[in-house]
């Protein structure tokens, strides 16, 4: 039986890469081509071509490995298929070694360190929040381009998770980057269809600065990690930012729960470098794609076991995990798009309905509540006689900020109603 590494050496990862259409250039010294992993305009992928196979990185979405991670990563192959296809490869191509890559004018570096950013470039990704959240006119383009409330993106904002960030002389949408310690490593820019640094018909990426590597988009209670139990993971920010708003969360994030959106494959390993308890139960809305099916699949095209599905390993390491999967569209943000009040509901009751509670007397309704205060001779009294009177109000368990819409609707004075809801929430 062939071994692993005559497998790599039988045919080089230069072979593969050429065989999918990529074209390498000697830049410095460096083997450089476009990356095929993400789209891009300038050249970011690194090929090290060496005796034993080589090995790949790119620098732009932080796709690295050999031969066998190639075929992984690009062709969904399982460990075995990699190795198979390698060892029956082109042994009889003919590929001249010494051609490929001239001796470097200089040693290449090792690979440096991510340090977060320091406080002056901390202090400019605060500001490109302050720009979001301080601009409405933005927020709306925002809040109506993604189908989410405005509220959802403003609350983001002041939270620094994402902001508006000046990028090759244009203004560009951006989110932050953070290590599971909460330090911020980078802005992740997304450079629309065709437009300045992309020429591509579909919208890129960008890190700034670049090669922090693929860490998911988290948004993480201000408690920390250590006590959340609910931790709920989309496919990326905007399918996070949705959820968030589906479950009213921005009015109030619960310290027991957590929501990730990740970025590309790879930011699965990144995303286990979090402390989470023993205990905590994970819930993933994947893509109605073929990308999102291997979050739960367990099973390659040929039929052979895939030992680390992303659903699989969080099994494994001993996580309850709940499967969610869009029935009608792409992704969640594209189903929170058409959603209407009576679907919102409906999913928020499911995603509730799978996360225990513990047993504790009834809370009246807010509405229920303000109406038992009717005979109080004060302003929440006041509120709570209007209610005894008739109308059409929120639902029973509406969140606040539906209660502030119909405030500013009927003339309510919205201070008032901000103390009665305080009042009420401390039952």
Known sequence: ?????EAKAATPLRVLMERDGMVFRNVAGQLKAHCVFHEESTP???????????????????????????????????????????SG???????????ALPAPSKPIEPEKVIEPLDAEMLADWEACCADLYTDPSEIARWASWRGLRPAVIEWAARQ???????????????????????????????????SRGNEHPKASWRYKPAGVGAWPFAVVPTTGIDFVKYVFVCEGQWDALALIDVMGWEVGMPDSVAVFGMRG???????????????????????????GAKWFCNRSSSGDAIEDSFSMRLEALGFRVWSFWPTKAKDLNDAVKVMDEAARDAFRDLLRSKIPTKQRPARPTFRQWLAHQ??????????????????????????????RTYARE??????HLQSAWEEWEKL
Request: net charge positive; aromatic share 10%.
């Open 160 to 194: 620094l998770l994402c902001g508006k960030v000046i990028y090759n002389g244009q203004y560009r949408e951006a989110f932050a980057i953070r290590r599971a310690d909460s330090a911020m490593l980078s802005a992740h820019i997304r450079l629309a269809p065709n």
């Open 44 to 86: 970011s992928l690194v090929l090290h071509d060496e005796p034993d196979g080589g090995w790949f990185k790119c620098f732009g979405c932080d796709a690295k490995g050999d031969a066998i991670n190639y075929l992984e990563q690009r062709h969904g192959l399982s460990r075995k298929e990699a190795v198979v296809r390698l």
């Open 265 to 291: 494959a790879t930011s699965f390993k990144s995303l286990l470098e979090y402390r989470f308890s023993d205990r905590a139960s994970f819930f993933l809305i994947a893509d109605r794609d073929a990308a």
């Open 374 to 403: 009717k005979n109080r001779p004060d302003e929440v009294g006041a509120l709570g006689l209007k209610i005894v009177k008739g109308g059409k109000y929120p639902p029973a368990r509406a969140p606040l900020w539906k209660w």
């Open 410 to 415: 009927v003339g309510w004075d919205l201070n």
């Open 1 to 5: 039986m062939i071994s692993i590494a």
């Open 89 to 99: 490869g082109s042994r009889g191509e003919v590929y001249d070694r010494a051609k």
